[in-house]
Protein backbone atom coordinates (compact mmCIF):
# COMPACT_ATOMS: atom_id res chain seq x y z
CA UNK A 1 0.00 0.00 0.00
CA UNK A 2 2.85 2.11 0.95
CA UNK A 3 4.73 1.34 -2.05
CA UNK A 4 1.47 1.84 -4.33
CA UNK A 5 1.23 5.55 -2.95
CA UNK A 6 4.88 6.27 -3.55
CA UNK A 7 4.64 5.25 -7.10
CA UNK A 8 1.76 7.61 -7.81
CA UNK A 9 3.43 10.59 -6.00
CA UNK A 10 6.23 10.40 -8.31
CA UNK A 11 4.21 9.72 -11.23
CA UNK A 12 1.92 12.77 -10.75
CA UNK A 13 5.08 14.88 -10.87
CA UNK A 14 6.28 13.47 -13.80
CA UNK A 15 3.09 13.47 -15.86
CA UNK A 16 3.16 17.55 -14.66
CA UNK A 17 6.73 17.45 -16.14
CA UNK A 18 6.00 15.73 -19.38
CA UNK A 19 3.36 18.44 -19.74
CA UNK A 20 5.33 21.28 -19.33
CA UNK A 21 7.95 20.22 -22.24
CA UNK A 22 5.21 19.62 -24.51
CA UNK A 23 3.41 23.12 -23.56
CA UNK A 24 7.19 24.16 -23.98
CA UNK A 25 7.46 23.08 -27.35
CA UNK A 26 4.34 24.21 -28.23
CA UNK A 27 5.12 27.65 -27.44
CA UNK A 28 8.11 27.63 -29.22
CA UNK A 29 6.15 26.11 -32.56
CA UNK A 30 3.88 29.32 -32.33
CA UNK A 31 7.37 31.57 -32.10
CA UNK A 32 8.36 29.98 -35.13
CA UNK A 33 5.07 30.15 -36.96
CA UNK A 34 5.56 34.30 -36.25
CA UNK A 35 9.08 34.44 -37.41
CA UNK A 36 8.58 32.14 -41.07
CA UNK A 37 5.49 34.76 -41.12
CA UNK A 38 7.77 37.53 -40.48
CA UNK A 39 9.93 36.43 -43.56
CA UNK A 40 7.47 35.78 -46.19
CA UNK A 41 5.59 39.00 -45.13
CA UNK A 42 9.10 41.01 -45.58
CA UNK A 43 9.88 39.48 -48.70
CA UNK A 44 6.44 39.77 -50.03
CA UNK A 45 6.75 43.35 -49.20
CA UNK A 46 9.98 43.21 -50.88
CA UNK A 47 9.00 42.29 -53.96
CA UNK A 48 5.77 44.26 -53.99
CA UNK A 49 7.08 47.14 -52.45
CA UNK A 50 3.76 46.91 -50.47
CA UNK A 51 3.64 49.67 -47.36
CA UNK A 52 1.37 47.94 -45.29
CA UNK A 53 2.92 44.67 -44.71
CA UNK A 54 6.46 46.47 -43.77
CA UNK A 55 3.68 48.00 -40.89
CA UNK A 56 2.69 44.24 -40.32
CA UNK A 57 5.93 42.58 -40.05
CA UNK A 58 6.82 45.52 -37.06
CA UNK A 59 3.89 45.05 -35.63
CA UNK A 60 4.90 40.93 -35.80
CA UNK A 61 8.00 41.57 -34.65
CA UNK A 62 6.97 42.90 -30.73
CA UNK A 63 5.13 39.78 -30.93
CA UNK A 64 8.15 37.74 -31.48
CA UNK A 65 9.82 39.14 -28.77
CA UNK A 66 7.27 39.03 -26.41
CA UNK A 67 7.06 34.91 -27.14
CA UNK A 68 10.95 34.63 -27.11
CA UNK A 69 10.88 35.85 -23.46
CA UNK A 70 7.87 33.58 -22.58
CA UNK A 71 9.91 30.63 -23.74
CA UNK A 72 13.13 31.35 -22.26
CA UNK A 73 10.85 32.06 -18.86
CA UNK A 74 9.28 28.41 -19.53
CA UNK A 75 12.71 26.81 -20.25
CA UNK A 76 14.56 28.14 -17.12
CA UNK A 77 11.79 27.73 -14.97
CA UNK A 78 11.50 23.75 -16.27
CA UNK A 79 15.39 23.69 -15.52
CA UNK A 80 15.35 25.84 -12.08
CA UNK A 81 12.22 23.33 -10.93
CA UNK A 82 12.27 20.06 -12.64
CA UNK A 83 16.28 19.51 -12.62
CA UNK A 84 15.95 17.52 -16.26
CA UNK A 85 18.44 14.72 -17.08
CA UNK A 86 19.95 13.40 -20.03
CA UNK A 87 17.06 13.94 -23.36
CA UNK A 88 15.07 16.15 -21.46
CA UNK A 89 17.98 18.15 -20.26
CA UNK A 90 19.15 18.67 -24.20
CA UNK A 91 15.86 19.42 -25.27
CA UNK A 92 15.59 22.26 -23.23
CA UNK A 93 18.99 23.82 -23.81
CA UNK A 94 18.25 23.57 -27.61
CA UNK A 95 15.16 25.06 -27.20
CA UNK A 96 16.92 28.08 -25.50
CA UNK A 97 19.20 28.09 -28.73
CA UNK A 98 16.19 27.52 -31.17
CA UNK A 99 14.31 30.79 -29.37
CA UNK A 100 17.40 33.15 -30.15
CA UNK A 101 17.92 32.12 -33.38
CA UNK A 102 14.01 31.88 -34.23
CA UNK A 103 14.17 36.03 -32.84
CA UNK A 104 17.20 37.13 -35.04
CA UNK A 105 15.28 35.39 -37.73
CA UNK A 106 12.72 37.57 -36.59
CA UNK A 107 15.32 40.67 -36.85
CA UNK A 108 16.66 40.26 -40.18
CA UNK A 109 12.97 40.37 -41.40
CA UNK A 110 12.09 43.41 -39.57
CA UNK A 111 15.17 44.97 -41.74
CA UNK A 112 14.41 44.09 -45.06
CA UNK A 113 11.37 45.33 -44.06
CA UNK A 114 12.84 48.95 -42.52
CA UNK A 115 15.40 49.07 -45.78
CA UNK A 116 12.13 48.26 -48.13
CA UNK A 117 10.29 51.08 -47.08
CA UNK A 118 13.44 53.58 -47.02
CA UNK A 119 12.80 53.09 -51.03
CA UNK A 120 8.52 53.07 -51.58
CA UNK A 121 8.71 56.33 -52.83
CA UNK A 122 11.67 56.44 -55.57
CA UNK A 123 11.36 54.32 -59.04
CA UNK A 124 11.81 50.46 -59.62
CA UNK A 125 14.41 49.78 -61.95
CA UNK A 126 14.26 46.15 -63.48
CA UNK A 127 17.04 44.02 -61.19
CA UNK A 128 18.61 41.11 -62.20
CA UNK A 129 18.36 39.37 -59.13
CA UNK A 130 15.21 36.87 -57.93
CA UNK A 131 14.42 37.84 -54.72
CA UNK A 132 10.89 35.91 -54.19
CA UNK A 133 13.16 32.84 -55.28
CA UNK A 134 15.55 32.97 -52.12
CA UNK A 135 12.97 33.87 -49.89
CA UNK A 136 11.08 30.81 -50.90
CA UNK A 137 14.19 28.61 -50.46
CA UNK A 138 14.76 30.39 -46.66
CA UNK A 139 11.51 29.74 -45.86
CA UNK A 140 11.85 25.96 -47.24
CA UNK A 141 14.55 25.80 -44.40
CA UNK A 142 12.56 27.47 -41.51
CA UNK A 143 9.52 24.92 -42.30
CA UNK A 144 11.90 21.87 -42.64
CA UNK A 145 13.99 22.63 -39.64
CA UNK A 146 10.66 23.36 -37.72
CA UNK A 147 9.01 19.82 -38.59
CA UNK A 148 12.45 18.04 -37.68
CA UNK A 149 11.53 19.48 -34.45
CA UNK A 150 7.48 19.17 -34.39
CA UNK A 151 8.74 15.18 -35.35
CA UNK A 152 11.72 14.53 -33.51
CA UNK A 153 13.91 13.75 -36.49
CA UNK A 154 17.11 14.00 -36.88
CA UNK A 155 17.19 12.64 -40.81
CA UNK A 156 14.56 15.62 -41.86
CA UNK A 157 17.24 17.83 -39.62
CA UNK A 158 20.22 16.86 -42.02
CA UNK A 159 18.26 17.84 -45.19
CA UNK A 160 18.32 21.34 -44.11
CA UNK A 161 22.44 21.38 -44.06
CA UNK A 162 22.69 20.57 -47.34
CA UNK A 163 19.91 22.80 -48.21
CA UNK A 164 22.18 25.75 -46.90
CA UNK A 165 24.76 25.35 -49.36
CA UNK A 166 21.86 25.89 -52.59
CA UNK A 167 20.86 29.11 -50.45
CA UNK A 168 24.88 30.22 -50.13
CA UNK A 169 25.24 29.90 -54.08
CA UNK A 170 22.03 31.57 -54.56
CA UNK A 171 23.61 34.51 -52.59
CA UNK A 172 26.88 34.71 -54.13
CA UNK A 173 25.13 35.20 -57.60
CA UNK A 174 23.14 37.81 -56.83
CA UNK A 175 25.93 39.81 -55.12
CA UNK A 176 27.99 39.40 -58.54
CA UNK A 177 25.28 39.95 -60.80
CA UNK A 178 23.81 43.09 -58.79
CA UNK A 179 27.79 44.82 -58.26
CA UNK A 180 27.71 44.31 -62.35
CA UNK A 181 24.25 46.27 -62.46
CA UNK A 182 25.55 48.87 -60.39
CA UNK A 183 28.77 49.58 -62.64
CA UNK A 184 26.96 49.30 -65.80
CA UNK A 185 23.85 51.82 -64.24
CA UNK A 186 25.06 53.60 -61.10
CA UNK A 187 21.60 55.28 -61.32
CA UNK A 188 19.75 51.88 -59.87
CA UNK A 189 22.51 51.87 -57.34
CA UNK A 190 20.06 52.77 -54.44
CA UNK A 191 18.08 49.54 -55.52
CA UNK A 192 20.78 47.66 -56.43
CA UNK A 193 22.50 47.99 -52.76
CA UNK A 194 18.87 47.23 -51.05
CA UNK A 195 18.86 43.87 -53.08
CA UNK A 196 22.54 42.81 -51.96
CA UNK A 197 21.25 43.54 -48.72
CA UNK A 198 17.77 41.57 -49.00
CA UNK A 199 19.91 38.81 -50.22
CA UNK A 200 22.50 38.47 -47.71
CA UNK A 201 19.98 38.72 -44.67
CA UNK A 202 18.28 35.63 -46.54
CA UNK A 203 21.52 34.18 -46.66
CA UNK A 204 21.49 34.71 -42.95
CA UNK A 205 17.86 33.74 -42.29
CA UNK A 206 19.08 30.09 -43.67
CA UNK A 207 21.97 30.14 -41.43
CA UNK A 208 19.81 30.49 -38.69
CA UNK A 209 17.35 27.92 -39.94
CA UNK A 210 20.69 25.72 -40.87
CA UNK A 211 21.36 26.40 -36.73
CA UNK A 212 18.12 25.38 -35.75
CA UNK A 213 18.63 22.01 -37.72
CA UNK A 214 21.53 21.27 -35.95
CA UNK A 215 20.47 21.87 -32.13
CA UNK A 216 17.39 19.29 -33.55
CA UNK A 217 20.28 16.58 -34.31
CA UNK A 218 21.97 17.73 -30.67
CA UNK A 219 18.50 17.28 -28.94
CA UNK A 220 17.95 13.86 -30.77
CA UNK A 221 21.52 12.58 -31.27
CA UNK A 222 23.00 13.98 -28.64
CA UNK A 223 25.98 15.03 -30.91
CA UNK A 224 27.66 18.11 -31.37
CA UNK A 225 27.74 18.70 -35.19
CA UNK A 226 28.78 22.45 -35.57
CA UNK A 227 32.04 23.38 -37.10
CA UNK A 228 32.48 19.50 -37.61
CA UNK A 229 33.07 21.20 -41.71
CA UNK A 230 35.23 23.59 -40.31
CA UNK A 231 37.37 21.13 -38.79
CA UNK A 232 37.43 18.82 -41.93
CA UNK A 233 38.82 21.68 -44.30
CA UNK B 1 31.76 14.93 15.50
CA UNK B 2 29.26 13.59 13.19
CA UNK B 3 27.84 16.54 12.45
CA UNK B 4 31.55 18.12 11.42
CA UNK B 5 32.00 15.37 9.16
CA UNK B 6 28.25 15.88 7.37
CA UNK B 7 29.28 19.39 7.59
CA UNK B 8 32.93 18.42 5.54
CA UNK B 9 31.45 15.89 2.61
CA UNK B 10 28.56 18.66 2.03
CA UNK B 11 31.26 21.38 2.02
CA UNK B 12 33.90 19.55 -0.72
CA UNK B 13 31.52 19.15 -3.56
CA UNK B 14 30.44 23.01 -2.98
CA UNK B 15 33.79 24.18 -3.52
CA UNK B 16 34.00 21.72 -6.38
CA UNK B 17 31.72 23.16 -8.16
CA UNK B 18 32.03 27.08 -7.47
CA UNK B 19 35.55 25.37 -8.89
CA UNK B 20 34.03 24.36 -11.94
CA UNK B 21 32.14 27.44 -11.96
CA UNK B 22 35.29 29.36 -12.05
CA UNK B 23 37.34 27.00 -14.79
CA UNK B 24 33.92 27.61 -16.70
CA UNK B 25 34.23 31.46 -16.28
CA UNK B 26 38.34 31.36 -17.10
CA UNK B 27 37.27 29.27 -20.20
CA UNK B 28 34.81 31.88 -21.28
CA UNK B 29 37.14 34.65 -21.02
CA UNK B 30 39.74 32.93 -23.10
CA UNK B 31 36.72 32.55 -25.78
CA UNK B 32 36.51 36.25 -25.93
CA UNK B 33 39.85 36.75 -25.95
CA UNK B 34 39.64 35.21 -29.45
CA UNK B 35 36.75 36.92 -30.38
CA UNK B 36 38.36 40.44 -29.77
CA UNK B 37 41.43 39.04 -31.36
CA UNK B 38 39.78 38.21 -34.49
CA UNK B 39 37.59 41.32 -35.17
CA UNK B 40 41.18 43.58 -34.18
CA UNK B 41 43.16 41.46 -36.81
CA UNK B 42 40.20 41.28 -39.63
CA UNK B 43 39.90 45.54 -39.09
CA UNK B 44 43.95 45.40 -39.44
CA UNK B 45 43.75 43.16 -42.50
CA UNK B 46 40.91 45.14 -43.72
CA UNK B 47 42.51 48.75 -43.31
CA UNK B 48 46.37 47.54 -44.82
CA UNK B 49 44.82 44.70 -47.26
CA UNK B 50 47.27 42.39 -45.17
CA UNK B 51 46.84 38.90 -46.61
CA UNK B 52 48.85 37.40 -43.84
CA UNK B 53 46.10 38.33 -41.19
CA UNK B 54 43.49 37.35 -43.31
CA UNK B 55 45.10 34.11 -42.97
CA UNK B 56 45.81 34.10 -39.17
CA UNK B 57 41.64 35.21 -38.60
CA UNK B 58 40.99 31.93 -40.21
CA UNK B 59 43.08 30.06 -38.15
CA UNK B 60 41.79 31.86 -35.03
CA UNK B 61 38.35 30.83 -36.28
CA UNK B 62 38.85 27.29 -35.93
CA UNK B 63 40.34 28.01 -32.36
CA UNK B 64 37.32 29.89 -31.98
CA UNK B 65 35.04 27.06 -33.05
CA UNK B 66 36.78 24.64 -31.12
CA UNK B 67 36.64 27.19 -28.07
CA UNK B 68 32.88 27.11 -28.19
CA UNK B 69 32.79 23.34 -28.01
CA UNK B 70 34.50 23.29 -25.53
CA UNK B 71 32.58 25.70 -23.21
CA UNK B 72 29.61 24.69 -24.08
CA UNK B 73 30.38 20.59 -23.08
CA UNK B 74 31.38 22.31 -19.58
CA UNK B 75 28.28 24.16 -18.89
CA UNK B 76 26.27 21.03 -20.44
CA UNK B 77 27.82 18.66 -18.12
CA UNK B 78 27.27 21.53 -14.87
CA UNK B 79 23.87 21.71 -15.51
CA UNK B 80 23.54 17.46 -15.64
CA UNK B 81 25.66 16.53 -12.78
CA UNK B 82 25.16 19.80 -10.41
CA UNK B 83 21.52 20.97 -10.89
CA UNK B 84 22.71 24.16 -9.70
CA UNK B 85 19.82 26.23 -8.74
CA UNK B 86 19.24 30.78 -8.60
CA UNK B 87 22.05 32.42 -9.66
CA UNK B 88 24.26 29.58 -10.73
CA UNK B 89 22.10 28.70 -13.01
CA UNK B 90 21.31 31.54 -14.52
CA UNK B 91 25.13 32.16 -15.21
CA UNK B 92 25.59 28.67 -16.58
CA UNK B 93 22.44 29.73 -19.37
CA UNK B 94 24.17 33.04 -19.40
CA UNK B 95 27.22 31.68 -20.31
CA UNK B 96 26.05 29.27 -22.95
CA UNK B 97 24.30 32.81 -24.86
CA UNK B 98 27.45 34.51 -24.65
CA UNK B 99 29.00 31.47 -25.83
CA UNK B 100 27.41 31.51 -28.86
CA UNK B 101 27.85 35.53 -29.29
CA UNK B 102 31.17 34.98 -29.03
CA UNK B 103 31.55 32.59 -32.43
CA UNK B 104 29.10 34.84 -33.98
CA UNK B 105 31.62 37.97 -33.85
CA UNK B 106 34.42 35.79 -34.87
CA UNK B 107 32.29 34.51 -37.91
CA UNK B 108 31.66 38.15 -39.04
CA UNK B 109 35.07 38.71 -38.50
CA UNK B 110 35.90 35.67 -40.39
CA UNK B 111 33.29 37.61 -43.10
CA UNK B 112 35.51 40.44 -42.85
CA UNK B 113 38.77 38.73 -44.41
CA UNK B 114 37.37 36.65 -46.90
CA UNK B 115 36.06 40.13 -48.61
CA UNK B 116 38.87 41.51 -47.93
CA UNK B 117 41.24 38.74 -49.28
CA UNK B 118 39.15 39.03 -52.67
CA UNK B 119 40.16 42.46 -52.98
CA UNK B 120 43.70 41.92 -52.63
CA UNK B 121 45.33 42.11 -56.11
CA UNK B 122 43.04 44.95 -57.25
CA UNK B 123 43.08 48.71 -57.06
CA UNK B 124 42.64 50.14 -53.78
CA UNK B 125 40.43 54.12 -54.01
CA UNK B 126 40.26 56.47 -51.27
CA UNK B 127 37.07 55.70 -49.69
CA UNK B 128 34.80 58.44 -47.58
CA UNK B 129 34.79 55.81 -44.61
CA UNK B 130 36.51 55.19 -41.35
CA UNK B 131 36.52 52.31 -40.79
CA UNK B 132 39.16 52.15 -38.07
CA UNK B 133 37.64 53.78 -35.80
CA UNK B 134 34.18 51.55 -36.59
CA UNK B 135 36.87 49.28 -35.66
CA UNK B 136 37.87 50.35 -31.95
CA UNK B 137 34.21 51.26 -31.28
CA UNK B 138 32.99 47.82 -31.95
CA UNK B 139 36.18 46.34 -30.36
CA UNK B 140 36.00 48.79 -26.85
CA UNK B 141 32.50 47.24 -26.74
CA UNK B 142 33.50 43.70 -26.77
CA UNK B 143 36.33 44.65 -24.26
CA UNK B 144 33.74 46.45 -21.82
CA UNK B 145 30.77 43.73 -21.59
CA UNK B 146 33.85 40.97 -21.12
CA UNK B 147 34.69 43.64 -18.21
CA UNK B 148 31.22 43.50 -17.01
CA UNK B 149 31.55 39.43 -16.95
CA UNK B 150 34.82 38.94 -15.32
CA UNK B 151 33.69 41.51 -12.52
CA UNK B 152 30.36 40.89 -12.35
CA UNK B 153 29.44 44.11 -12.70
CA UNK B 154 25.62 44.66 -14.15
CA UNK B 155 26.62 48.98 -14.30
CA UNK B 156 29.56 48.52 -16.59
CA UNK B 157 27.43 46.04 -18.70
CA UNK B 158 24.76 49.20 -18.67
CA UNK B 159 27.60 51.55 -20.56
CA UNK B 160 27.64 48.96 -23.40
CA UNK B 161 23.86 49.40 -24.24
CA UNK B 162 24.42 52.81 -24.73
CA UNK B 163 27.67 52.77 -26.96
CA UNK B 164 25.34 50.36 -29.29
CA UNK B 165 23.77 54.15 -30.71
CA UNK B 166 27.07 55.72 -31.28
CA UNK B 167 28.44 52.89 -34.29
CA UNK B 168 24.37 52.45 -35.38
CA UNK B 169 24.95 56.13 -36.34
CA UNK B 170 28.42 55.27 -37.83
CA UNK B 171 27.04 52.52 -39.86
CA UNK B 172 24.25 54.37 -41.41
CA UNK B 173 26.40 57.43 -42.08
CA UNK B 174 29.00 55.05 -43.74
CA UNK B 175 26.12 53.36 -45.74
CA UNK B 176 24.50 56.80 -47.07
CA UNK B 177 28.37 58.41 -48.07
CA UNK B 178 29.49 55.42 -49.42
CA UNK B 179 26.31 55.08 -51.51
CA UNK B 180 26.98 58.85 -52.67
CA UNK B 181 30.72 57.11 -53.62
CA UNK B 182 29.39 54.59 -55.91
CA UNK B 183 27.21 56.89 -57.58
CA UNK B 184 29.55 59.34 -58.40
CA UNK B 185 32.52 56.90 -59.36
CA UNK B 186 31.04 53.41 -60.34
CA UNK B 187 34.42 52.33 -60.81
CA UNK B 188 35.11 52.09 -57.02
CA UNK B 189 31.56 50.18 -56.28
CA UNK B 190 33.00 46.56 -55.68
CA UNK B 191 35.75 48.32 -52.89
CA UNK B 192 32.82 50.65 -51.77
CA UNK B 193 30.47 47.49 -51.76
CA UNK B 194 33.14 45.97 -49.28
CA UNK B 195 33.35 48.98 -47.10
CA UNK B 196 30.04 48.57 -46.78
CA UNK B 197 30.08 45.49 -45.70
CA UNK B 198 32.52 45.50 -43.62
CA UNK B 199 30.48 48.48 -41.55
CA UNK B 200 27.52 46.36 -41.62
CA UNK B 201 29.25 43.03 -39.95
CA UNK B 202 30.93 45.56 -37.41
CA UNK B 203 28.03 46.90 -36.76
CA UNK B 204 26.59 43.28 -35.71
CA UNK B 205 29.42 42.61 -34.22
CA UNK B 206 28.42 45.69 -31.76
CA UNK B 207 25.43 44.19 -31.67
CA UNK B 208 26.78 40.87 -30.31
CA UNK B 209 29.14 42.55 -27.42
CA UNK B 210 25.38 44.19 -26.27
CA UNK B 211 23.90 40.50 -26.36
CA UNK B 212 26.77 39.81 -23.84
CA UNK B 213 26.17 42.77 -21.98
CA UNK B 214 22.16 42.45 -21.26
CA UNK B 215 23.02 38.50 -20.32
CA UNK B 216 25.50 39.65 -18.03
CA UNK B 217 22.61 41.89 -16.52
CA UNK B 218 20.48 38.98 -16.79
CA UNK B 219 22.97 36.89 -14.75
CA UNK B 220 23.41 39.10 -11.71
CA UNK B 221 20.05 41.74 -11.87
CA UNK B 222 17.89 38.40 -12.91
CA UNK B 223 16.36 40.85 -14.95
CA UNK B 224 15.51 40.41 -18.76
CA UNK B 225 16.42 43.39 -20.68
CA UNK B 226 16.12 42.12 -23.77
CA UNK B 227 13.27 44.37 -26.35
CA UNK B 228 12.60 46.80 -23.17
CA UNK B 229 13.28 49.08 -26.02
CA UNK B 230 11.04 47.68 -28.74
CA UNK B 231 8.09 47.28 -26.26
CA UNK B 232 8.37 50.73 -25.09
CA UNK B 233 8.53 52.10 -28.48
Not at 34 to 56: I, K, P, R, T
Not at 157 to 165: E, F, H, K, R, S
Not at 196 to 214: F, G, K, P
Amino acid sequence: MLHNTRDRSYAVPRIHFHQQLADLKDRLLAMAALAQQAVESAVDAYCNFDDGLCQYVRENETAINLAQREVDEMAYDLLAKEQPMAVDLRFILAVIKINGDLERIGDQAMGIARRTRELLETDRPELPVDIAQMGEQACRMIRTSVLALLDGDAQVADTVLTMDDEIDDLNRDAQRTLLGKIQESPECAEHALLAIMVSRSLERIADHATNIATDVIFWIRGADLRHQLSMAE
